[in-house]
């Protein structure tokens, strides 16, 4: 029903940048918030950031000052600029998407495929 589809991810040395991309497509009515997660080996997926319809962010500690979220409403889509990264931040991320298919379905959470980031020298 609702497809995500993230790119930009790659390799890069520390102190690097990357920027993160997510388009949502299908049957979307709208979508409240939208999101980044990451999963390392070993770990919990953790929230990474997250923007709502108006533009209101929420960053987890970890990324304050070098991650920045952004979103297009028109083209559903949602970016994450990752700068100054660490080898902490090497994760696969993942972008989620918190949608109504129609005015009388509740929200329900929808999952991109992941995109791993590796940043190492």
């Known amino acids: 029903q609702v497809q995500l589809v993230e790119s930009g991810g790659g390799l890069v040395q520390p102190g690097g940048s990357l920027r993160l991309s997510c388009a949502a497509s299908g049957s979307i009515f709208s979508i409240a918030t939208m999101g980044w997660y990451r999963q390392a080996p070993g770990k919990q997926r953790e929230l990474v950031a997250v923007?709502?319809?108006?533009?209101?962010?929420n960053y987890a500690d970890s990324v304050k000052g070098r991650f920045t979220i952004s979103r297009d409403n028109a083209k559903n889509t949602v970016y994450l600029q990752m700068n100054s990264l660490k080898p902490d931040d090497t994760a696969v991320y993942y972008c989620?998407?918190?949608?109504?298919?129609?005015?009388?379905?509740?929200?329900?959470?929808?999952w991109g495929q992941g995109t791993q980031v590796t940043v190492s020298s």
């Open positions: 923007i709502t319809s108006g533009g209101s962010t």
């Open positions: 989620n998407a918190y949608t109504k298919i129609g005015p009388l379905y509740p929200s329900v959470d929808y």
